[in-house]
Structures are given as C-alpha cells and as structure tokens.
C-alpha cells in the first residue's frame, strides 16, 4: 500500500482522485474471483529446433493446447524439426488461476506406440511442453516459448512461438500489460530525472544481475512487483530502460550504462543455448517490446552518437575526466549497436564500428583545423600571447599573405596542440580498435594534410613575390621540418615515404645559399685583411696557419651545418643543395688562394711568413677534404664532387705555384754556395781513374766531397731547419722539391758545365740569344763568330778530372741522404727519378766518356742539324753516296761522289773559288782519313765537280754511328778558307737501301739541341785530342760575314 502514495506524485493524480481509485480496488479485492471470466485466442505458429525422436533422425510434431479441461490439438507435420502451423484455437476461462499448457509430440503409429498408449495413455513421444499463468496474460501478444522437461529423464530442446490475444471481462479498455509497464516505468524515469535536475541517477548496483537494476528503491521494488505480477519479462524490462535512457545518453554516466544494457541485451537474443535452437532474428521479432520499435530507436541513436562523436572535442572535452570516461563508453555504445546489427538483427555488413569512429575522428579534426585557420591569430592571442598590450604585426590579423610568414609559424603552434591534446588525452580513452584507430596518428596526419596543402599554395604565392627575408623562410623551414619529423614521420600513411615539404622550400633555400656567396665573399674578405694587418700571426700555439683560414672555414661550415640541420629527406634536392653549396666553396677558396697569389711575391723575403701563407693553403686543401667527407665523400652527387675535386686540384696547383715562387727566391742564395763550391771542387788534385772500392781511395774521395760540400750544407742546414719548423709537412715536402730542383740544375750549370769565362765571348749577340750566354744555349753558339767558337777550347780550366767527377758522384750521394732525411723528407724514388739529377748525371758521365763514345752519342742524338738549310738556304751541293760492308772484314766502305753545286748564295769583291769538302764523323778514325777536298772553281756560283772519295769504316759499329759533313767554302790563298754553308747526311738514312743521290741544302750552321751542346763543350775541353778539336771546329762553325764594299 506503500507503493501508490509514490506513484500518485509521478502521474499527477490528486488525493482526491487517489481515493477513489483505492475505494474501487478494495471492492474489486472483496469481489473476489466469482464474476472474472477471460476469452483466449491462442494461435500455434511454429516451433524451432525440436529433437528428433525416429530412427531417421527427424520427428512428426503436432501440438496440443489445454486451458482448464478443454483441450486441442493440432495437425501433424511429418518428418520436420522446425515445423509450421498457424492453427488458431479459442478458449473461455474463468479463473484467473488457471493455466495454459502447451505440449508438443512426436506422433508414432507402430506397435511398440500402440502397447505403451494401453499402459500409459500416451501412444506418441514427447517433445517438451511450456506452462503459462493466464492472470499474467493481456492484450496481443506474439512470443517465442522455450521448451521445457516435464521430468529430468526428458530429452527436450527448441521453442514454440505463440500469438495470444486475451480479452477479460471488464478490463476491455484497459491497455495492455506491457503497455501498462512501458507507462509505469518511462514516468518513473522521468520524474527521478525531473527531481534530480534533469540529470539521470544511476543506481549504485553491483554483481552480475546490476543491469537490472533500474532505479533506487522504491522505484526499483515498484517496477520489478509489477513486472512479477503481470509476467513482464525482464528482457522487456531491460529493453524499456534502455529506450528511456536514450533521451538522456548525453548524461554524465549514463554511455556506460546503456553500452552495459545493449551487451546484455544483444547477450539474451543472441547467445543461443543448448536447448533453444531459435535463430536470434526470430527470438527478437518475436519480442513483446516490437522489432521496428527498437530497431528504429537504435538507428536514431546511432545516428546521435555519430554526430555528438564529429564534434567529441566540444561534447567530451579534455579537461573533464567524467566526460572522457563518457566518450570512451559512447564508442563502447556504438560497437554494442555494431554487434546488435551483426548478431541480433543478422544484418549482412552493417557499418563497422570502428570505421564510424575512424570517419568521426577524421570529420571533427577537419573542423578543428578549419576553426584554427580561421581564428588563428584570435587563439594565438588567447591561449600563448599572455600580455595583451604586446605589439604584434598588423599583417597578421588578416591571415596568410605575402607580406608575413608569422601566421603560420602561429598555426603550427596551435595545430600541435590539437595533436598533442588528441595523442594524450583522446587515444588512451578511444583505444577499443587499437589496430585500426590511433586518435593520436590520424590527427597528426589529418592536420597535416590540411595544413601541407595550404601551405604549399602559400609559398607557391611567396615564390612570385619574395617580400620576406630568406632568413624567414629558413626558420618557418626549419619549424616544418621540427613538425613534420616529431608528429607525422612515423604515421601511415606517411611513414616510410618522402615527404613534399622540402620541395616547397627549395627556392628559398636557393635563395638563401646565393645571398650566402655574398656574405661569405664579405667575411673572406674581412678576415683576410685583420689577419694581414696583425702580421700573419699563427691561429693557435701548436698551429702553422694563420687565423684567416679557421675564419673562412668557420663561415663555410655554418652554412653547411644549416644545409644539414635541414636533414632533407629528400635525396634528389639534396643533390641540388650540395651543388650549389660546392660553388660557394669554390668560388671561396678560389678567392682567397687568388688574395694569397697576388700577395706572396711581398712575403717571400719573410721567410716565415711565406711559409705560413703556403701552409694557409694547404691548411684549405685539407679542411676542403673534410669539407668533402662531410658532404657525403665518395657517395657525393658526382656534378659536386666534380667541383671540388676540381678545386683541390686548382688548389694544388697553387701551393706548386707558391712553392717555385719561395724556392726561387733562395736561388742566388744557393747561387753563391754553388760557386763556392766550384771553387772547392777546382783545389781537387789528381788524374786517373778512381777506385771507390778500395777502402783507401774512398774514404780519401769522402773527405774531399764533405770539404767540397761545406759552402752548400751550411746554406741548407740553415733554411731547411728553418722550413721544417714552420712549414706544414706537405708544404715542407713541396719547399724540399723545388729546392732539390735548383740545387741539381744549378750544380749542373755553375760545376758541371760552368757558363763560359772568356770575356770576348759576353760580346752583344743578335736577337734574343742573349739569354742563354751562362747556359751555353743553342742561341749562343748558332750566332757566335767562329774565332769565338774557336776560343772554347781555351777553356782546360772547367775541366774536369775522374777524380773531381768521383768527388762529384759521392756529393750528389751526400746531398741525396740529406733531401731523404731518413724517410722524413722527399722519397728515395723521386730523387733518383728526377729529370733533374738524370741531367746532372748524364753531363757528369759525359766527362768519363770516350772522345768515341761522346761523337756516337752526338751522331745518334743530333738527328735535326740540317734544319737551318731548310729555314735559310745559301746553296745547294749534288752527291751521290754508296755503302759497301766487306763480308769478310766487316769493315765498311763509303763512296762519296761530289757532282755539283747550284745557286751558291756568296758576295765577294775577289776572286770566288768555290770547293767542297767532306767529313765522315764518328768513332774509330783516328787512324783513318776523315777528310777529303775538291778543287776549286773559279768565278762560278754553279761548279761542277764530278770527283770521288772514299772512307773506310771500322767494322766495330754500324753505319748508323756515322754521318757525312759538308761544307761549301771559298778559298783563300795565305788565309784562313771562308765557310759558305753546311749540310748533314747521316748514313741511318741509306743504310736500308745501300746507296743515295740526291741534292743537299746547305745551310748557315747546323742545329744542335742541349745533348749536343754538352758534348760539344766537354770536348771542347780536350785541348790534346785532335779528334776532338776537329770535331768542335766543324760543329761549332758558322757562316763566314760577306765581303762587300
């Protein structure tokens, strides 16, 4: 009696009202059950899943339906176990105690079914039955009825659906029980709403069975009496609460409790027992509470969370715990509705749940993103601009544009926000579909998405303009590239792939590397000059260079540092970067070894300073290597690394450059010493050959080659020392090249063949043939008057001896050990290797030679001494020459015949008496005659000879050691004959064919090169063989002057 002074409130009944009812109660209670009469109408629709009682596994089911006394029975299906039969039986009662008993049998006609009915009364098998109070029956209802035992040895399974209509006496306009609930309990649930301030209270209910509770007492003991009176199934309870909770899901609490009730719900129709085979989309159309009811409030609710999920960022703030714990309950709601559609309703591809939420996510972040554009500088302001009187640009309150790049650094501040916001708050709650949905990742990606397209448009405008700095776009670079790395790297689909960015940025990157050539050039400049004013000092206490190169690197390496700061992922664009870097190197360095170049002529008499600048360079070649490295090496694009292996070639030239320059410096220096030593050398006493294996002879040729040395070693004792400590091991190794360069030619110029010494010969000699006086140069000699020529053989002085030659060898020993300096200096192979000590060597081992020997080196080394006769004729001679080889002796016989001469090329005022002698040159005529002459012509620039001699050979060389010299001349009674020209006919020429006649140039002289210029000198020196003498005159003979008035 309790119960209804709570219920009044809820339905807005008056006492008065209240009374009258209760009054109408009472009497109906003391009526009693005499004047309760009902009429039914039970329809039998189907069964499901009944067990098979025949031998072929199948039963013939019918029904039997009994209320009171009264029973019916139904046809028989036979041989189906989900039979069908729609048969529709009335029955009147008039007790409401009593019961409505539902059987279903097997119908057997065999003899053992025949025996059993005389015993039993029960021919057929059972198949299970189901009970039902009628007290609890009103209106319509359509229920599916499990199949129950009627003792524990019966095999029963399946269900039978029902369609009751009931009609009770008196109770015609009274709504239906069912419906009766629905009213009770949806008022219920409103009002406790209404009295807590529209918020729902959740009962505080634990255990198994807490889904069932509903409401706190005593509304909870209210619907569960009403349910119990009037057989109102829990289901149905549960189904009632959850269509009430509905209205309220967006309460605190209340996701989780529905997303509870639907999983008990969906558990009820569609987990399946043993006994009950009834598909689950049978057992919920068959539900009291309506399938399209339900059906439709679960399609409105769904469609409610999906559009409260595309805003969750609003609807569940982060702030508020309680609504995140209610976001991550929505998503569990929203699978529960997955699931019922999947399970319960048997739907084929309902959509799953975790795409829903996916594509909510995704939605909400695309409005999030578009609210951050749009309100981008209002939120920057609110949320990080703490001081509102800070002066900010007015361009950026009107968006993105040209003129400012700070909207987007802003932009990105507040998008990584949202993204961190998403990452740490919203994916630990919408974790359910960790495989598929990470809030964290898609925001980024999403966000991302959104933000790179806009941005790129951006700075596709930027390109056209270029308003801001380049420092500007390199620090929005940089932040991009800050965001990109720590947010979207690592995300799909992102992950793995080259991202675009560094693509947009590449102009102004380009931008800022040729502005960088600027200021880089600037800065050279600059240090170069503080490092010229303070004198060249040296960059640290253990350092050979100066501060200038550290400065330029230091530069360099800062804008390199930044290109790799940018880490692009992008390996086509940086190829691009590198090159273009890799001019700026070069053009760099290539300047300051310009600077250095044009300045180190100043320095070279500073010794030390000169090296600092050579080590300046090199100190460039080494950090240009690392420079290299640091750029990828030898993975380096191959356009860059072209550049700066050009460079490092360049750069090596110069420091070869500055090398010769300071070594050249030292030459009258080494001059001097050289001098002195020649000097040293002349006091060397003694003829005759030279043992060094005698222990005796050697140790007395190393005593005089140390004295002989002492000038030199004093020199480079001191300056190497000096080299060595202040320069760089490279450029020391370099100094010591150049040096041992001068030091070898100019001991082969000052001793070995001295300039000549007879001052008649320093006379003024036509053209540029000056230069070459002290190196007895081929320009000398070619215009040197023949008594001058004449004159060399005066010069016994410069001769040397075998001794001085062995004092010589054993000093060029010495002086090599000492460039080697035990390995620290230049290398064994390059001394013996050098052009310059193999020069050296071969005019000191000319010296050793034979008169013989130094005659054939000059026949076969002289092989272009008639091109003078072919630049300037003065005649022709015609001769005819034979060779014979004894083929006894061996020895050979040369037959030369004088025709003619034509168009000799001569003025006198006397008489011309033209003749031709001819000279065979070579070795072995000593003995032998080398000279024959034919007579003279008078007055005839044409002669005609027609005379024959003839040479004989030795048999100890070929023909190819010898030559013919011809020489056209005037005679000249009681003086000297005048030379008119000269030609050459070496016999290599006619060896092949045996003989020859032909028409020879004559010329001024003969062409000699350095070899034969060195053989003509030191035979020139043997004042006591003929041989010699002969040969010099005939070699070194020049063209006598015309006498003309």
Known sequence: MLTFPYIRPVFGIDKKSHAGHMKSIKQSVLDGTSKWSAKLAITVISAQGLIGKDKTGTSDPYVTVQVGKTKKRTKTVPQELNPVWNEIFYFECHNSSDRIKVRVWDEDNDLKSKLRHKFTREADDFLGQTIIEVRTLSGEMDVWYNLEKRTDKSAVSGAIRLHISVEIKGEEKVAPYHVQYTCLHENLFH????????????????????????????????????????????????????????????????P??????????????????????????????????????FVKLLDQL??????????????????????????????????????????????????????VVKDCVKACMKSTYQFLFDNCNELYQREYQTDPSEQTNPDDHDGPNTRSLEFWNKLMTLIVSVIEEDKNSYTPVLNQFPQEL????????????????DLSYALQEHEKERLCKSSEYMNLHFKVKWFYHKYIAAVPPYKGTVPEYPIWFEPFVMQWLNENDDVSMEYLHGAYDRDKKDGFQKASEHALFSTSVTDVFTQLNQCFDVIQKLECPDPEIIVRFMKRFAKTVNKVLLAYADIVRRDFAKYVGRQKIACILMNNIQQLRVQLEKVFEAMGGDNLDRDAADILKELQQKLNGVLDELSVTFASSLEPQIQASMQQLGTQLSKVKGSGQVSLGQASHRTAVQQESDMVLSPLMDFLDGS??????????TVFKRVLKELWKIVMSTMEKTVVLPPLSDPRQLLLIPGNAQAKIENVSSRVLNHMPVKMLQDMTKEAEKNLSLRQCAVLEMALDTIKQYFHAGGNGLKKTFLDKSSEL??????????????????????????????????DTVGEVSIQVDLFTHPGTGEHKVTVKIVAANDLKWRTTGMFKPFVEVHMIGPHLSDKKRKHSTKSKNNNWSPKFNETFHF????????????????????????????????????????????????????RRVHLDETGWTVLRILSQRTNDEVAKGFVKLKSECRHREEVE
């Open 191 to 254: 009002y406790l709403c209404e009295t807590s301030g529209g918020t729902v209270t959740l009962p505080d209910a634990k255990g198994d069975d807490a889904w069932k509770v509903y409401f706190e007492e005593p509304a909870q003991e209210i619907v569960d009496e009403f349910a119990m009176r009037y057989g109102i199934e829990s289901i149905y309870q549960a189904m009632t609460h959850f269509s009430c909770l509905s209205t309220k899901y967006m309460s605190p609490g209340v």
């Open 256 to 293: 989780a409790v529905m997303s509870t009730l639907l999983a008990n719900i969906n558990a009820f129709y569609a987990h399946t027992t043993a006994s009950t085979a009834v598909s689950a989309s049978d057992r919920f159309a068959a539900s009291n509470f309506g399938k399209e009811k």
């Open 302 to 355: 769904h469609n409610s969370l999906r559009i409260d999920l595309s805003v969750y960022r609003n609807t569940f703030p982060a702030s508020d715990p309680g609504r995140l714990q209610d976001l991550k309950s929505t998503v569990d709601l929203l699978t529960s509705i997955t699931f019922f559609r999947m399970k319960v309703q048997e739907l084929s591809s309902p959509p799953r749940a975790s795409v």
């Open 438 to 453: 990470n809030v964290g990742q898609v925001s980024a990606a999403s966000q991302w998405h959104w933000f790179a397209q």
């Open 720 to 729: 190497i020392s000096m080299f060595a400590q202040s320069c760089e091991k």
């Open 838 to 871: 193999l020069s050296l060597r071969y005019a000191l081992s000319l010296y050793t030679h034979t008169t013989d020997a130094l005659i054939k080196i000059f026949v076969s080394t002289q092989t272009q001494q008639e091109q003078p006769s072919i630049e």
């Open 952 to 1003: 004989i050979l030795s048999n100890e060389d070929a023909p190819d050691a010898y030559e013919l010299h011809i020489c056209t001349k005037d005679y000249c009674f009681a003086r000297e004959d005048r030379l008119i020209g000269v030609s050459v006919l070496q016999l290599r020429d006619i060896q092949e064919k045996g003989s020859c006649a032909c028409w020879c140039h004559l010329g």
